[in-house]
DNA sequence: GCAAAATAATTGACAATGCATCAGTTGTAA
DNA sequence: TTACAACTGATGCATTGTCAATTATTTTGC
């Protein structure tokens, strides 16, 4: 039990996390999503377009985990899809801006209560007040995350006289 | 806000559960597996077969959420890389035993006490009956989605106690 | 026992993904 | 200003993943 080799996975949290997120999102994805041919990152990145419009990539693929080269390829089936705009941001044109257009709009509006009723379902049994603890838990903890020290561009730092050359 | 067309992301519990997954997954990848040019998804299954040895592929992916096709592919890569063996089980013909070899062994129980720090490192902060609270919240979800009616074809009988809590 | 259905694993064809890199734009500091 | 760094998005390429068969084996119903 407290061996420091074995991990015992159904007290493990990422591993708990991993497999609701995958349940969830493998449920909702083939039952409400693909009947209208959206995958689950387009149900992300729309989802993410209804609670706050006119989006820059950069900041659709922070808020939903995409990778930024693979949100840029995402948008582009979307646009053709003629689920979103994109063009030119006004403030700078280096950007662009993702907005929803009319039928995207009311393809997400249909699908929003069904993703509460699948949300709804997943909750059956818990309790209000542990709801709230697990969601303000999660919260906390992407931000542990979030804030933790990058050993990426920290430690890997190039020499000065590489980064001359580079 | 309540607002049945609009959703609160920083209250949905799917969007919460999917964006700590993505971050513990992202960073644990890079930092700690990349090196030994492991994939998250290799991890898994490796760390499922470092606390039940001797697996079916079929069973590896429901403990993983890996697709079969996938695994099937994955395991091939962890046999190249001399990290696991598959044998024929030697109860059926057409079913594959999964383990993991002496070097794979070697590796996992390296890693298993960096996944320990990560996972400290995530939940720094919460307290420890909140932590049991959001532990246990996430298997109940689990199991609600695990036993829900599958509109897909033939339904999944589970043992009455589950039925109860779904 | 035997045909039919179910199960386990694999494969082919195709799509999606991620990394490295490039091009264009904006910010910054000498 | 001007050169340099940082930012944003897009793309080439190889890897990886998914869906729909396909093969091989086992189980089930008659």
Known sequence: MGNPFKLDLGDYLPYLV?????????????EALAPHGLSIAMWRVMVVLASEANQRQIDLAALTSIDASTLSRLVTRLVRMGLVTRTRSARSNREV????????????????????????????????????????CLRLIYGNMKSRPAPKSGSQ???????LLA
């Open 97 to 136: 801006a993702v907005k929803l257009s009319a039928k995207g709009r009311a393809l997400v509006v249909r699908l929003i209560p069904i993703a509460r009723e699948y949300e709804a379902a997943a909750i059956a049994g818990v309790p209000a007040e542990e709801l709230a603890v697990v969601k303000r």
């Open 157 to 163: 730092q190039l020499p000065p006289h590489d980064r």
């Open 18 to 30: 991993n497999r609701v997120g995958a349940i969830i999102a493998e449920q909702f994805g083939e």
